[in-house]
């Protein structure tokens, strides 16, 4: 039993160490606990230079008629802002929270493939430092450069040399290209560690469900990944090596692009939004004092989701025309999807029914997931209806539904596991009262922004249109979105401040804050380099939890 | 009441839970998301079987139609240089060092023909019949499809070589037999694909234009 309790003795303090050699221990590292703060951190930068787009967009959209920036800077602003916040936000913060957490919540003292999980890590951030090099180099370097404008998703033929001149489509394939090929090698370095390295009692069905959840994510990463790989070899040889693949002069096509970047695109959306599954299944039992509703069940839907995902992706394609019988067959497959997403919200909220609940930063954020990931899942089952798609489709009814998926979502979950795991990376709390008034201004923001989309989409309004005309009814909506922004900007300057003033003075964290139960709280905060002392040994999901009630343990029940 | 007389005063004993080495897993993984690229780039060259619209057609330049015995004889090479590996890691697993040595040296060298047949019939194609990537379809398709499985043969190869210069120099033993394993589990993978990609681009792929 002994073998869970924390190291006793006083933090070692070490005198100051300079500045190089610092930097070399974080540059040649192979710690997972390391490289997931170097990810998350990453992460978090590129979220702030995407935000600070958006907000270029939504200034220049505020009025009719604005004259911010031109169309061509528009094209550039929504393209990077989308491709910043799939592949160097949203990956970067799944892969570096699996990073820091999976090997403690495991038992185990590191990935299966350390140096590996490195490289991965250093293909992701040289893979968005090129994507944003295009800034300079997008035209050839001849000091007028440009970035890609081709959206993030990068229909062909429009990426084809003929409409697409300079290199800065070169510059968006090779960025997510050299990413993607670490992503993959991240993956399959996470699931030989969940699979290969789990500590002595863990079954499978003994995992905290934040690992079960990241194992399905990182087959999907394996699998949905490559795929994007070879059409985005395919798109690059036509334009460098003159192939014809896209080239419908030649007799090739353009659907095929559609197919294959959606084929790989949706399954990417739920390897973005499981994730964020992970984190609530993890913070709402907690900070209700509960276990998990229907643990078996939320592992088969978490399985199911993986599954169904592979098989949904002409939903993005209803509008180009393909047969009848193929739109209704994917109609079908994407409603299914909402039956074990739902649930994982119905056991959400019957974790909470009856419990003892703390209403501190991690919870509210949870909360804020479920209330509008719940919107957002709605929403998605609208656009699944072909007729409805039809008439709304590459609208701002869209952007309104995904981005209630992704940052209602996801990113409500990313921001309640920073508020909640913060002490155990940096060995301190964060502030509450700034976190609250995060939260709050952050709700008020995010739905002033996204909800009046949804009316300015069902009147009409197209995405990715960098202005309009007066006459179109679409002037209040659109301001309301744009002031909006505003209070999103507050939300995150706290947030930084917030990040910024815990790291050095927030208050002390201790080993466990919250009375939680799973592995990673049984050791000291921040862990040490070797995570545990010695291996532990588990007998129930909730280890800790038998360690500090031994009169009534869980393994009794399971 | 039943549950309180199951009740125990200490747990079960807590088993080790591992089937598979992470080494194994990752293999496995890594083969999977091969397979992933690989399932779509046949795909791709599926779907534009039969769609070019100009010359040269795969039935005029494919060698297997003008000299079928070439490519069957390279493409027998490196499937058998499969079962060359597979003796090579049962003399090892034996301890039998120079056996494993010799199985493993004609791995690489049935490995290397395939390479020469290849560029041989590339050479061919390119120069004598003009087909490259741009030419038309059937030319982007096949010099993507045939190249990446080139190139993983290279990589192959260079893995292939290298292990046996570790061998040579004395690291290779009974102790890292895993490691070696598994990298014949990846040429196990490039050669089962190339059966794939054999049926696609010289039998299905062969078929006159209708």
Redesign the interface.
């Known amino acids: 039993m002994s073998v869970l309790q924390p190291p006793a003795g006083p933090r070692t303090t070490e005198g100051p160490v300079p500045f190089l050699s610092r930097l070399h221990e974080w540059v040649a590292t192979t710690d997972h606990k390391k490289l997931g703060v170097m990810y998350v951190t990453s992460g978090i930068i590129f979220l702030i230079i995407a935000g600070l787009e958006a907000t270029m967009m939504r200034w220049q959209l505020a009025w009719p008629g604005q004259d911010v920036v031109g169309p061509e800077e528009f094209n550039r602003l929504f393209t990077m802002h989308g491709t910043t916040m799939v592949f160097f936000v949203g990956m970067p913060v799944l892969l570096g929270s699996a990073n820091f957490l999976i090997p403690l919540m495991i038992g185990a003292r590191d990935l299966a493939f350390p140096r590996l999980n490195a490289f991965g890590f250093w293909l992701f951030l040289f893979g968005g430092l090129l994507l944003y090099f295009s800034y300079f180099g997008g035209q050839g370097l001849y000091g007028m450069g440009s970035a890609p404008d081709v959206g993030w998703f990068a229909y062909a033929p429009l990426t084809e040399r003929t409409f697409s001149r300079g290199h800065s489509t070169d510059y968006w394939i090779l960025g997510i290209f050299v990413a993607g090929i670490g992503s993959t090698a991240t993956g399959i370095n996470m699931i030989a560690t969940i699979l290969g390295m789990r500590c002595r009692g863990m079954s499978l069905m003994k995992m905290p469900l934040f690992v079960w959840i990241m194992l399905v994510d990182c087959f999907l990463i394996v699998i949905a990944l490559p795929p994007l790989a070879a059409a985005q070899i395919l798109l690059l040889f036509d334009r460098q090596l003159g192939a014809h693949f896209f080239d419908a002069q030649a007799g090739g096509s353009a659907l095929l692009w559609q197919n294959l970047f959606w084929f790989f695109g949706h399954p990417e959306v739920y390897i973005l939004i499981l994730p964020a599954f992970a984190f609530v299944s993890e913070i709402i039992p907690v900070f209700s004092r509960k276990v998990i509703f229907g643990y078996p069940l939320m592992v088969a839907a978490t399985v199911a989701i993986g599954f169904i995902s592979l098989g949904v992706w002409v939903h993005h394609m209803f509008a180009v025309g393909l047969s009848p019988l193929i739109n209704v067959i994917f109609m079908g497959s994407t409603m299914l999807v909402g039956v074990p997403t739902g649930i994982k919200m119905f056991n959400w909220v019957a974790t909470m029914v009856g419990g003892r609940i703390r209403l501190q930063t991690p919870m509210l954020f949870s909360l804020g997931f479920l209330c509008q990931f719940l919107l957002g899942g709605l929403t998605g089952i609208f656009l699944a209806t072909v007729p409805f798609d039809w008439q709304v489709s590459d609208s701002y009814f869209v952007v309104g539904h995904f981005h209630y998926v992704l940052f209602g979502g996801l990113l409500f979950a990313i921001l309640a596991a920073i508020y909640y795991w913060f002490p155990k990376v940096t060995g301190r709390m964060m502030s509450e009262r700034i976190g609250t008034w995060q939260f709050w201004l952050l709700i008020i923001g995010f739905n002033l922004t996204f909800g009046p989309m949804h009316v300015s989409g069902m009147l009409g309004m197209p995405r990715r249109i960098y202005t309009y005309q007066l006459d179109r009814g679409w002037e209040l909506w659109n301001l309301l979105s744009s002031i909006g922004v505003i209070f999103q900007l507050l939300a995150f300057a706290l947030l930084v401040w917030n990040l910024l003033r815990s790291v050095f003075k927030g208050r002390e964290a201790g080993d466990d804050p919250w009375d939680a139960w799973t592995l990673e709280w049984s050791t000291t905060s921040p862990p040490p380099a070797y995570n545990f002392d010695e291996e532990p040994v588990v007998h129930s999901r909730r280890p800790l939890w038998d360690l500090k009630h031994p009169d009534d343990p869980d393994w009794r029940y399971e | 009441m039943s549950r309180a007389a199951t009740?125990?005063a200490s747990?079960?004993e807590?088993?080790?839970?591992?089937s598979?080495?992470?080494?194994?897993?990752?293999i496995i993984?890594?083969i999977?998301?091969?397979i992933?690229?690989f399932?779509?780039?046949i795909c791709?060259y599926l779907?534009?079987i039969g769609?070019?619209?100009?010359g040269p057609y795969p039935q005029d330049v494919l060698e297997v139609s003008v000299a079928p015995l070439k490519v069957l004889f390279n493409s027998i090479f490196l499937l058998v240089s499969s079962v060359w590996i597979w003796f090579a890691i049962r003399a090892l697993r034996k301890g039998r060092k120079g056996a494993f040595m010799f199985w493993w040296a004609l791995t690489v060298l049935c490995g290397a023909e395939f390479l020469v047949g290849t560029g041989i019939e590339w050479y061919g194609m390119i120069v004598d019949d003009g087909v490259w990537?741009?030419t038309?379809?059937f030319?982007?398709?096949f010099y993507?499809l045939v190249g990446f499985h080139a190139f993983h043969v290279t990589m192959g190869l260079l893995v292939l070589t290298l292990v046996w210069i570790l061998a040579a120099l004395g690291h290779v033993s009974s102790a890292n037999i895993e490691k070696v394993d598994l990298v014949s589990w990846y040429w196990h993978f490039v050669d089962g694909i190339w059966i794939v990609v054999f049926f696609v681009v010289y039998i299905f792929g062969n078929t006159p234009v209708q």
Not at chain 2, 51 to 54: L, V, Y
């Open positions: 009740m125990s747990p079960p807590a088993l080790s839970q591992q598979l080495s992470p080494g194994k897993i990752g993984c890594m999977a998301s091969e992933a690229f399932g779509t780039l791709v779907f534009y769609r070019d619209i100009n990537m741009g038309n379809l030319g982007s398709c993507t």
